[in-house]
């Protein structure tokens, strides 16, 4: 099976809403991850943060691969808040510290 008909193959899996399995993005993403890097798939799971209507804010996780993002209906436009794995630290005092914003 090809690399990409697996990751496929996961996501259908992992977004059937059954019983008590209820589809929820950042499970999907960490598994997709595991399942991507035992396959020698390199990929980064990104967990981001916007503002909807009414004050409410959400949050979203998805995976990149090639800092693009992967499996997703859309470009995720989030304030991305992190990425896992991570080289970058942060720190909430430095004034370098940057955020990326995902935009389509």
Request: charged share 25%; with cysteine; hydrophobic share 40%.
């Amino acid at each position: 099976m090809k690399q990409d008909e697996l990751a496929r193959a996961i996501d259908l899996l992992l977004s059937a809403d059954v019983f008590i399995f209820k589809p929820v993005c950042w499970k999907r993403a960490a598994v997709l991850h595991r399942y991507l890097s035992r396959k020698g798939v390199p990929t980064r799971i990104v967990f981001g943060v916007r503002n909807e209507a009414g004050g409410k804010v959400t949050g979203h996780a998805w995976l990149e691969a090639n800092g693009q993002p992967i499996l997703e209906s859309a470009p995720p436009e989030y304030v991305v808040t992190y990425g896992f794995p991570s080289n970058e630290r942060f720190d909430p005092r430095s004034q370098s510290t940057k955020i990326r914003y995902i935009a389509s």
